[in-house]
Nanobody, 124 residues
Framework: QVQLVESGGGLVQAGGSLRLSCAASGRTFSPFAMGWFRQAPGKEREFVAVTMWTIVSTFYADSVKGRFAISRDNAKNTVYLQMNNLKPEDTAVYYC?????????????????WGQGTQVTVSS
């Protein structure tokens, strides 16, 4: 079993920055990919960013491209999401997720393990 724990959420003004972290623990951890998703009130969970775990490859949603950066530290089993120039529309609960095998990396159904989520609120 794999446990994912997010941290780093909070309240920030528009234009500000936050850095989210997601630490994995449990069985020997070697996922195919680690992703970040978010869910705003009344909306479906949406893809934000993903990084492959053993090769250098990342993908982003168009809405965050150029503002967010996903990175990983394999030695610490941790993935990060640096969020810059935050906008009120970025307000959501942010979840990290692990895909253990090759999957549709932009779809939440492709992930096997999920964290509990961390709230990000951007005020205007």
């Amino acid at each position: 079993q794999v446990q994912l724990v997010e941290s780093g959420g909070g309240l920030v003004q528009a234009g500000g920055s936050l850095r989210l972290s997601c630490a994995a623990s449990g069985r020997t951890f070697s996922p195919f990919a680690m992703g970040w998703f978010r869910q705003a009130p009344g909306k479906e969970r949406e893809f934000v960013a993903v990084t492959m775990w053993t090769i250098v490859s990342t993908f982003y949603a168009d809405s965050v491209k150029g503002r967010f950066a996903i990175s990983r530290d394999n030695a610490k089993n941790t993935v990060y999401l640096q969020m810059n120039n935050l906008k009120p529309e970025d307000t959501a609960v942010y979840y990290c997720a692990a895909a253990i095998s090759p999957t549709l990396i932009r779809q939440s159904s492709g992930y096997h393990y999920w964290g509990q989520g961390t709230q990000v609120t951007v005020s205007s």
